[in-house]
């Protein structure tokens, strides 16, 4: 495990999650579809768990947050005036000798990125060298090389936001050139112009003989909660500040898809609006700053993993935005972004639909189009972050090797697997007989082909927190051994207590708990 690079160790976890029935291809006897992937039995368990830890943080924890669960067609209009149809774009250049097309924005981060490790190198050695006395805040702010790294950086990203900006496409090449910047594939520099590329997918509404209309798969699911937010702050006499949820898929062409399930074509949102009076966005943004960097610690990974990361290039509705970034095996990337939209999206629907989208206020008694913070993370992105963090390659104590993924408890797809120890003497059926109890709680699996060790192996490797064994024994005192997954250490225990243990560990409650004190 120590010496396998992070290339590497992010194949093998692809591979587990294809072996383990986690994630496949789309269509894999196609020879699949790009950038579309499929989520199995242990896969389609674990993504449930994470979205029903969101569902409850946001919306059972939090009396002013309710849900909805919006269509994924929506009036065409609806993305004219959310800015999608003009401003959804990603500046394409192409290599003119691989005729391979990138993401310009890529092409200038992945520069800055090599040039940021630069400096993570100098830092690291310092560190080596100065040990404990070591201070990496004053070293990055005197170090000579590391100082001019930084303002190569800065340069760059001032450079960069300002054509942006402007929407001046021949400066953003003019930086790829002045860069030096090659195509990966064919090495040259020889670069088209950028231009613009719509991500939105579109279809025709109705049948071709009649007249059709093209309409749009949202590339988000923010715009079904914006365009009913009268509706349920009617419905739901909602004051303001108040919340609404969503979970749902999205969808976007991507052109540059790569990573596995970090960049998909077809992918799941959750994503929370914020409604707040206008004035008061500073105080809220920080406020779910907080609160989201909260729900990603409790599930127990080292805070390293995580960082904020402000956004230089605001989206076309954000006055301030940033990214809750994940140490992934190919770097630190967005994870989750926190929007302060203001009044962008309901002000902009009020004037396309020529309906009021305004709240009024009981206690000042007007009326005013409220503005809103968002917090909008990717489902599958959260899923890669849990199972890339949770993927261990172990060699034990006995020379033997084992995988094992050390899925916070309450998130594993399987919860607890019941084995008799051997398929006969009354074992399968006193296992069974846990099996039928257990189950109406936890979704556990029973399992009596092989040996116990490679049945062991088996649970691990998809994440199986606990393992109860049904032997002899049992039959005279009515005792089972319960292993744990990631200690690998084994207990006997009373089969009553089993029920109580597994309640008390991978309940959700608990680290709920953690996240609204
Ligand atoms: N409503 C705001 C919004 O959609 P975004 O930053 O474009 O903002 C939010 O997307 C989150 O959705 C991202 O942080 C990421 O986790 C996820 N996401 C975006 N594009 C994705 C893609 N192509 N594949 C997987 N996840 C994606």
Redesign the pocket.
Known sequence: MSNITSEDLFKNIISHAKEYGFIFQSSEIYDGLSAVYDYGQNGSELKKNIREYWWKAMVQMNENIVGIDAAIFMHPTTWKASGHVDAFNDPLVDNKDSKKRYRADVLIEDHLAKIEAKISKEVEKARTRFGDSFNEETFRTTNARVLENQKKIDEINMRFKNALEVGDLNEVRQIIIDLEIVCPVSGTRNWTDVRQFNLMFNTQLGSVSEESSTIYLRP?T?QGIFVNFLNVQKTGRMKIPFGIAQTGKAF?N?IVARQFI???RE?E?M?MQFFIKPGTEMEWYKHWKDVRLKWHRSLGFPETVHRFHDHLKLAHYANAAC?IEFKFPFGFK????I?SRTDFDLGNHEKFSGKKLQYFDPDSGQSYVPYVI?T???L??MFLAILSQSYAEEKLEDGSERVVLRIPEFLAPVKCAVLPLVKKDGLPEKAREIMDRLKFDHLCQYEEKDSIGKRYRRQDAIGTPFCITVDHQTLEDQTVTIRYRDSMVQERIEVGSIEKILIDKVDMKKALRQISG
């Open positions: 988000e923010a976007r991507e970090f960049r998909m992918f949102q994503e990214d967005e994870l989750e972004g929007h968002e909008s993370i990717g599958d992105r």
